[in-house]
């Protein structure tokens, strides 16, 4: 528990770090050019694209013909645009988040071990190849575990838990994979995930909920319509510096648990000669 509790507080320190803010903000730079690019290019085309289908919908129409009589013209105005908002928020957000997972795990995983473990070995247990492999494998399990649970999320209580232990089990296997990769051997990995699947596992949904946070931003109403491309690029530096700090907890605790590890190899070594010495 202290050393779960000391890495959470490591890695809020170092998400105040300059380094850590530039790398969350350098997927924002490309996320920004695709919204506004989007937004200037094929904004108006899209929205009237999707009106028109709308209206072409006998079922729909009759809808929004009876909200107009209810006085629900505003309603009307916007179910256009916040249907494309929802269609091209998902395709940037994982983008972006693409792009952090390539960049920031590994220039957090160096900063990390640069700046509080600079003698800790690097065995190089887990490729580029395997963490892909490992990450695109957990994410199918991952998506079939939420797809199979769906019917489940309609009680209440339910869907307050499982999609967060869902997506907190994929954060501990993507995770504990990716920050261990280069510094802890094959054998140590497996190791270490075992020791500490309940410590990381929480983490994982912590930091699930964490995620599900910068969603709130949304809630404004017809505001967000209005500021639609800063509240997505907002959305983005949050969903990044969420991803940010989940890096860095998972680091500090992962490579502090990878150390006292290895401190302890030594001593568990000499109490087994100590014991043959002993029986002879």
Do not use: N
């Given at each position: 528990?202290?050393?779960?509790?000391?890495?959470?507080?490591?890695?809020?320190?170092?998400?105040?770090?300059?380094?850590?803010?530039?790398?969350?903000?350098?997927?924002?730079?490309?996320?920004?050019?695709?919204?506004?690019?989007?937004?200037?290019?094929?904004?108006?085309?899209?929205?009237?694209?999707?009106?028109?289908?709308?209206?072409?919908?006998?079922?729909?129409?009759?809808?929004?013909?009876?909200?107009?009589?209810?006085?629900?013209?505003?309603?009307?105005?916007?179910?256009?645009?916040?249907?494309?908002?929802?269609?091209?928020?998902?395709?940037?957000?994982?983008?972006?988040?693409?792009?952090?997972?390539?960049?920031?795990?590994?220039?957090?995983?160096?900063?990390?071990?640069?700046?509080?473990?600079?003698?800790?070995?690097?065995?190089?247990?887990?490729?580029?190849?395997?963490?892909?492999?490992?990450?695109?494998?957990?994410?199918?399990?991952?998506?079939?575990?939420?797809?199979?649970?769906?019917?489940?999320?309609?009680?209440?209580?339910?869907?307050?838990?499982?999609?967060?232990?869902?997506?907190?089990?994929?954060?501990?296997?993507?995770?504990?994979?990716?920050?261990?990769?280069?510094?802890?051997?094959?054998?140590?990995?497996?190791?270490?995930?075992?020791?500490?699947?309940?410590?990381?596992?929480?983490?994982?949904?912590?930091?699930?909920?964490?995620?599900?946070?910068?969603?709130?931003?949304?809630?404004?109403?017809?505001?967000?319509?209005?500021?639609?491309?800063?509240?997505?690029?907002?959305?983005?530096?949050?969903?990044?510096?969420?991803?940010?700090?989940?890096?860095?907890?998972?680091?500090?605790?992962?490579?502090?648990?990878?150390?006292?590890?290895?401190d302890a190899e030594p001593v568990a070594e000499?109490?087994?000669?100590l014991g043959r010495e002993g029986a002879a």
């Amino acid at each position: 528990m202290q050393r779960l509790a000391d890495s959470f507080w490591r890695a809020c320190a170092y998400c105040l770090l300059p380094r850590v803010i530039g790398l969350s903000l350098l997927p924002l730079v490309l996320a920004g050019l695709l919204v506004f690019g989007f937004m200037f290019f094929f904004w108006e085309g899209a929205v009237a694209s999707v009106r028109a289908t709308l209206e072409s919908w006998l079922l729909v129409d009759s809808l929004l013909r009876w909200l107009d009589s209810m006085g629900g013209a505003a309603l009307r105005s916007m179910l256009a645009p916040l249907i494309v908002l929802a269609l091209v928020l998902p395709v940037v957000v994982v983008i972006s988040l693409l792009l952090v997972a390539l960049c920031m795990t590994p220039a957090m995983v160096s900063l990390v071990s640069e700046r509080r473990f600079p003698g800790l070995e690097k065995r190089r247990g887990g490729s580029l190849l395997q963490s892909v492999a490992a990450s695109l494998g957990a994410t199918v399990v991952a998506v079939l575990l939420l797809l199979l649970s769906l019917p489940l999320w309609l009680i209440p209580p339910l869907v307050m838990v499982l999609p967060p232990l869902i997506w907190g089990w994929l954060t501990y296997r993507v995770f504990g994979f990716d920050v261990l990769a280069e510094h802890a051997s094959a054998d140590e990995r497996r190791a270490l995930l075992a020791e500490h699947r309940m410590p990381m596992l929480a983490m994982g949904v912590i930091c699930g909920y964490l995620g599900a946070a910068p969603s709130l931003i949304w809630a404004m109403g017809t505001l967000t319509i209005v500021l639609a491309p800063f509240v997505v690029l907002l959305s983005i530096w949050l969903y990044t510096l969420v991803f940010a700090f989940s890096t860095a907890w998972f680091t500090h605790y992962a490579l502090a648990a990878l150390q006292a590890r290895r401190d302890a190899e030594p001593v568990a070594e000499s109490e087994v000669l100590l014991g043959r010495e002993g029986a002879a």
